[in-house]
């Protein structure tokens, strides 16, 4: 195999040991992300002693945030399935020019949230709270994020589209250095230079900066399996519409959740007054992130792989990825069960929270960790679905979980049980979303790879 081809690896390593090579970089780049989230929180609430309202104002910032995330994951992601489907397919002209289109993409969209940066975040937070000060820490802390937000949209979209050509290791290592120099500057700029929620804010946009200046030093320098170089490219609306149409999956998916988030807060505020509930909230956002990180590193490994070998039509290949990934996420969550149910207040006090918010914050990491099973089929049903080319199921999978089951679940078992039933909201609405889409997937991964074969035999004739 040529030094230049590692796509080719998709097709002929054995699984076991291509998944892991595919999915540990990201697993572990996932597994530092989420480390940082929590250091980032574990220093704010060391500034913020005695009180819990600037965890709250991250947790209030946060929808925001994944709203942002979100259209960068649709186009990395995008980008990246279509890149591995052309290479399966031998076009790397193809790949090359959605890479580029890619970029461009994350580029306009960068310099659409510096615009919103100077007025979208206090309009946002005035929905969010009804504590001036919370308020004013949200808004403070947003206002950064978005200015700068370029730097993020820029290096998810190179990673991704690096991670769908095979090359898992650069993406890991961005995020390390992201991630490390997130973690050095934070204390430097809360407490050295006594900033606060903005100086959590510029180590975060900090991080994003050195990790996109590491991921376009990388394509710049070396020689991957297609060209990033601008010259001579001529930008195609048609690219913009597949990219789009591959990505949009992820990126419904994500502000889906943003918008979940957004509703169950004000459900929570509404059943708490006092804004307690919401502050728990974050802190479960923050610490589940250790158990969901890793298994989305897993799937961006798996994912690269599903689609290469659906475009190669290598069904074998693509039903065994997706058991081995199936069973590791499995495995992954059934970890983060027993850990929430055995040792709930210990998690809750590595962020030092208010003992009224642990009181609170107990049960509800027992009650939610329910949905870690149904989640981790959820997880893997829904890239099977963007791998085959049907991101519309994946979406409507989407749209049953975070809205359709989640969003009444929590209103009408919160109007019966309290801020309770909010929590158990969660465990019930994964169940019933797996339960409906299992056995539809199954019979349309036949369907597609039998489609697929009668193509190449139509035109092969």
């Known amino acids: 195999m040529n030094s230049n081809e590692k796509s080719l690896k998709m097709r002929t390593m054995p699984m076991g040991k291509l ?16 480390m940082y989230n929590v ?5 704010i609430s060391r500034y913020d002693v005695g009180e819990d309202n600037m965890i709250t104002a991250l947790g209030y910032a946060f929808p925001m945030q994944m709203i942002i995330l979100a259209i960068a994951l649709g186009i990395g992601i995008g980008s990246n399935i279509l890149i591995s489907r052309k290479l399966g397919e031998r076009k790397p002209a193809e790949a090359a020019n959605i890479a580029r289109t890619g970029i461009i993409m994350a580029v306009i969209s960068g310099l659409v949230f510096f615009g919103f940066s100077f007025f979208l975040p206090e309009m946002f937070l005035d929905i969010m709270s009804n504590i001036e000060v919370i308020r004013l820490y949200g808004t403070e802390y947003l206002s950064v994020v ?22 898992m290791m650069v993406p890991m290592i961005a995020q390390l250095i992201g991630a490390i120099t997130n973690i050095v500057l934070d204390p ?33 320098i070396k020689k991957v399996d297609i060209s990033f170089n601008f010259k001579g490219y ?12 591959a990505g949009l999956p992820a990126m419904f998916m994500n502000s889906l959740a943003a918008i979940t988030n957004i509703i169950l807060n004000n459900i929570l505020k509404m059943l708490n007054p006092e804004e307690i509930a919401n502050a728990v909230l974050t802190i479960y956002f923050k610490l589940q992130s250790f158990i969901f990180m890793p298994i989305f590193g897993l799937t961006q490994g798996g994912l690269p792989i599903l689609s290469y070998n659906y475009g190669a039509n290598i069904k074998k290949r693509f039903t065994n990825a997706s058991k081995i990934m199936l069973i590791s996420s499995f495995s992954l969550m059934l970890v983060g069960f027993i850990i929430f149910q055995v040792f709930p ?28 099973f149904p989640a981790a089929l959820s997880i893997v049903m829904v890239n099977m679905f963007q791998a085959i080319g049907h991101g519309s199921k994946a979406l409507i999978m989407s749209l049953l979980r975070q809205a359709i089951f989640l969003i009444p679940f929590a209103f009408i078992l919160g109007e019966i049980m309290g801020v309770k039933g909010v929590w158990l909201s969660y465990p019930l609405a994964e169940f019933f979303c797996s339960i409906i889409f299992i056995f539809p997937l199954i019979i349309l991964v036949k369907k597609s790879f039998a489609q697929k074969t009668a193509e190449i035999i139509n035109t092969a004739s």
Request: net charge neutral; hydrophobic share 55%; proline share 3%.
């Open 234 to 245: 001529k930008f195609k609306g048609e690219y913009v519409k597949e990219i789009t149409k």
């Open 345 to 372: 207040e210990t998690l809750l006090g590595l962020l030092q929270p208010e003992q009224k918010t642990i009181d609170m914050g107990i049960p509800a990491l027992k009650i939610i960790s329910y949905a870690f």
């Open 146 to 167: 978005m200015m700068f937000s370029i730097f993020i949209y820029i290096e998810i979209t190179i990673t991704k589209s690096l991670q769908g050509m095979g090359r």
């Open 39 to 43: 250091v980032d929180t574990m220093y």
């Open 188 to 220: 430097v700029f809360i407490f050295t230079l006594d900033m606060g929620v903005k100086g959590a804010a510029i180590a975060t946009v900090a991080g994003q900066a050195t990790a996109m200046c590491f991921a376009l030093g990388y394509i710049l």
């Open 19 to 34: 998944l892991m090579v595919m999915s540990l970089p990201a697993i572990l780049s996932m597994f530092v992300q989420a």
